[in-house]
């Protein structure tokens, strides 16, 4: 009986092994683990070394062991100890700069940390032996050798310390040629420091010509692959304009000086203290000043090197002219001199320019409306078709970005549709040039709208204490809104569709829901939409004369759009801050700040009269100062 069982259930596995097997699966059988290879502890013991001399920024060390493990005793080396070894020859591990305004924050420790060991010439006392340039370019090319050799592809971070050692020992023609070869590889994805070293180098030569031609190079070329040919752009930093500026106030063009400047007033905002040296160097050098009988300086601008049209307003004329009727023995300077400011109207109250006023800077028409199409296009695409090129980040360290699928996409497009249609019965047409050129598309219920209430970034500030509410906090919002409808403003409050679930609002929420919805002044973003591109997007619309209200710096909406000035100007010129002071116990009280009177960048105040912010601590996005 039992055997007939045993065969019955024997025929059911066959039957169904059989039955699994016309369909094409193979049956499951568990490998055994499989056992990694072990490395050679030689191998490990030089990558360490030299891992340990790149924390020390001990060249000898990483030498000596390089030379008595791999050369002599022909320990394997990898390709990211190669690296390693290109770096350390540059010293690209000392020297780092630091923004201004930077916590400090203290290094937490962590129970593997390991120490440091000091290296032998540090126990014996021995001082470290000084390596010249020359020296560490030379073993740097002995490495890139062998990595040619060994077929190891030499991305960025390996091109990037050779071109700089040769600029250091004046190899300019064959770090230009190493440069052009990395472009056309295609693991190495070119980045601005890959040029930045070359350009400065020019400079310090005073070779102008080369300079801009690689500055200008850099901004726009064609790279060509298997996939197709792509524009690669690299904008410049602060570093490459303030090199170009010294270039040209030592030889004294005037015309690049002029170009450069007004580029850089559009690009920065605050100039570092060497920026703003390089700017003075100018003013305080005889070519600020020009006599009618002074022979011209000739421009590369005049023919060698062709810049694209300007974008930038000029800041110029930047030299003083003598006439023949001018009755001076002695070249007038430019004076120079330190201004303080009353930041509640923008008047200096000292120096040379004292009672001039420094007025808002604000974005021009076309860029007003670039923004909008970029705006609309991330919205419904995701991303700028251009920005899906350059990077697989969604920015504001939201990790990579998600792919959208064509269903989403014509969900979105759903959406976004929806929402102008709003937008326009409203406030009526889009205060971009293409619909005030179209003014049969009015709305009857056209209104002008002051301010716009980043609704999730109220209700959540300050709400990060121990066993807070899930939920927004709905009274504080209402707080926000009661104060502008007590001022006669109007208001457009944007907040997410989950916040208005049974699961999360409150019932006591409700009645004030019910009133936001009575007024007419919510808008509930959308299910799967972010809800930043759609407040930001109606202050747009609206125009000039509309504020938001949130205390997000919106890094994630710089990231994503490519043009980063614009957005910082508008952002500079649109955002108020706010915060809840609570006095004694009593009911917090709504604290607003709005943009300064004026805008706190490079700006000329007459032909004969130009401003330049001093740094301070505290600034964002500053580089040069350390």
């Known amino acids: 009986m039992e055997d007939s069982h045993q065969n019955e259930g024997t025929s059911k596995k066959k039957r169904q092994i059989d039955a699994v097997a016309a369909i094409g699966a193979e049956p499951l059988v568990k490998k055994p683990p499989t056992k990694k290879a072990k490395k050679d502890p030689k191998m490990l013991e030089l990558r360490r070394t030299i891992q340990m001399s790149c924390a020390t920024n001990d060249f000898c060390t990483a030498l000596d062991a390089y030379e008595r493990m791999h050369v002599a005793e022909g320990v394997r080396i990898e390709s990211h100890t190669f690296y390693n070894l290109l770096n350390l020859c540059d010293g690209c ?268 800077v604000t974005l021009d028409q076309d860029s007003w409306e670039s923004m909008i199409r970029m705006n609309e296009d991330i919205v419904v695409k995701g991303e700028l078709e251009q920005h899906a090129k350059l990077t697989k980040f969604a920015g504001g360290g939201k990790g990579k970005k998600r792919m959208a699928t064509e269903d989403m996409i014509e969900k979105r497009k759903r959406q976004w549709s929806h929402f102008i249609d709003f937008l326009f019965k409203k406030f009526g047409p889009s205060a971009s040039k293409e619909m005030n050129e179209n003014p049969e598309k009015c709305g009857s219920n056209s209104s002008k709208l002051h301010i716009v209430i980043d609704g999730a970034n109220i209700g959540y500030y300050k709400q990060n204490f121990s066993k807070a509410p899930k939920h927004v906090d709905y009274r504080q919002i209402d707080k926000v809104v009661k104060h502008f409808q007590m001022q006669g403003q109007s208001a457009l409050l944007f907040l997410h569709e989950r916040h208005f679930s049974r699961q999360l609002m409150p019932r006591w929420a409700e009645s004030i829901v019910d009133e936001w919805e009575k007024d007419g002044i919510l808008y509930r973003t959308p299910h799967g939409a972010n809800d930043d591109w759609f407040w930001m997007h109606a202050a747009l619309w609206c125009g000039r004369g509309t504020m938001i209200m949130s205390n997000d710096e919106m890094r994630d909406h710089h990231f994503q759009m490519l043009a980063h000035r614009s957005f910082l100007r508008w952002k500079e010129r649109h955002q108020v801050h706010f915060d809840f002071d609570s006095e004694n116990g009593k009911s917090r009280q709504l604290v607003l700040k709005y943009p300064d009177v004026y805008s706190r960048r490079i700006q000329r105040l007459s032909s004969d009269t130009l401003v330049i912010p001093l740094p301070k601590v505290g600034d964002e996005n500053r580089f040069l100062d350390g």
């Open 93 to 360: 591990f000392t020297g780092r700069e630091i923004h201004i305004g930077t916590p400090k924050h203290p290094t937490k420790k962590t129970q593997k940390e390991e120490k440091i060991p000091d290296s032998d010439n540090k126990k014996e006392g021995v001082p470290k032996r000084l390596v010249s340039d020359k020296e560490r370019k030379d073993f740097a090319y002995r490495v890139k050798n062998e990595m040619d050799q060994l077929q190891i592809p030499l991305p960025e971070t390996a091109i990037t310390p050779l071109v700089r050692l040769l600029c250091k020992t004046g190899d300019l023609q064959e770090a230009e040629k190493l440069i052009q070869k990395a472009e056309s590889t295609q693991q190495c994805k070119p980045k601005l420091r890959m040029y930045s070293a070359l350009i400065c180098a020019y400079c310090k030569r005073k070779n102008l010509q080369k300079a801009l031609e690689l500055f200008l190079h850099m901004q726009s070329f064609s790279r060509t692959n298997k996939t197709g040919t792509s524009q690669i752009v690299i904008e410049p930093s602060e570093r490459e304009y303030c090199a170009i500026m010294k270039c040209a106030s030592i030889l004294g063009d005037v015309k690049v000086m002029e170009r450069i400047l007004s580029d850089l007033a559009e690009e920065v905002l605050v100039p570092c203290s060497e920026t703003t040296n390089s700017i003075i160097q100018w003013f305080e050098s005889e070519h600020a000043i020009r006599r009618h009988d002074d022979i011209e300086i000739s421009s590369v601008m005049d023919g060698a090197v062709n810049f694209p049209k300007a974008q930038a307003p000029c800041l110029g004329p930047l030299q003083h002219n003598i006439g023949v009727d001018d009755k001076c023995s002695i070249s007038p300077k430019w004076i120079v001199n330190r201004s303080e400011i009353d930041t509640s109207s923008g008047i200096l109250t000292s120096g040379c320019l004292e009672g001039c006023k420094l007025r808002p």
